[in-house]
């Protein structure tokens, strides 16, 4: 029977719509009932949109409260959200959502052993201490306009502007650097030791960015506490935001 069927469905006349009449088609395709029916459907969802809107606007209670309200405001017809001011750099967000504080206290500790071992190895000494200058006194004018530091020291003339490991002479010729100390050769130093103070600058950096991490990640964790507090700051990209904990007593 079903093959019968197939069969008169293939023999029958196929039904062509009628199309657009020539002096009409400037109005564009004629619309078919299933275009219609698409219109109108679109139609009365929007009317019973703007009926339901209706209704609710005349229900609302006027002393309603949304957030939304102070969030946001009104451009060009369209409700825009007011951004906030950024509080997390993007590092930050990254760590604290892929990480442990375990782990950022774990790299963290590992940066600061590896600060103090370039600040061993340069012999840096604390920024907030003045800036010491050797002052020499000679006796007359004339020596001071005569007076050689690097004879005085005893030292070679490229090491004067060094303030540490400032060799003797007698050093540099036990230990046979004497010739190579020209001017190539301290250019290759200094070139060494601003690499290296680069270095203990950006380990520096990142080690106050894991702190602050630390802090806003283990802020997050006294957030689940159910215990009644108040914030006295907000968050920003260098702190996190503080909380006073009102106290309670222990039954």
């Keep these: ?81 007011i951004k906030k001011e950024k509080v997390q750099t993007d590092t930050q967000i990254r760590m604290m959502d892929t990480q442990d504080i375990r782990y950022v206290n774990l790299k963290r500790g590992i940066e600061a052993k590896k600060i103090e071992r370039l600040k061993s190895s340069l012999h840096m000494l604390d920024e907030t201490r003045p800036k010491n200058k050797h002052t020499f006194f000679v006796d007359t004018a004339e020596e001071a306009s005569n007076f050689d530091p690097a004879k005085h020291l005893n030292t070679h003339p490229a090491l004067i502007g060094r303030t540490y490991n400032r060799p003797t002479m007698e050093t540099l010729k036990k230990q046979r650097l004497g010739q190579h100390y020209d001017e190539e050769f301290v250019k290759e130093i200094e070139l060494e030791r601003r690499k290296k103070y680069k270095e203990l600058s950006a380990r520096i950096e990142r080690e106050k960015e894991l702190f602050v991490i630390a802090q806003k990640m283990q802020a997050k964790r006294d957030m689940h506490e159910k215990r009644q507090k108040v914030k006295v700051t907000d968050e920003t990209e260098d702190k996190p935001a503080v909380y006073r904990w009102f106290t309670e007593r222990k039954k």
Excluded: C, T, W
Aim: positive net charge; glycine residues 4%.
């Design 1 to 81: 029977m079903s093959s019968y069927k197939k069969i008169a469905k293939a023999a029958q006349k196929s039904h062509k719509e009628r199309g657009q009449l020539a002096n009409r088609r400037h109005l564009g395709l004629l619309e078919k009932k299933k275009d219609y029916k698409l219109r109108a459907k679109d139609y009365h969802s929007k009317q019973d949109e703007l009926k339901r809107l209706r209704q609710k606007a005349f229900n609302k209670n006027p002393d309603e409260f949304y957030f939304k309200m102070i969030n946001s405001k009104m451009e060009d017809g369209v409700h825009r959200k």
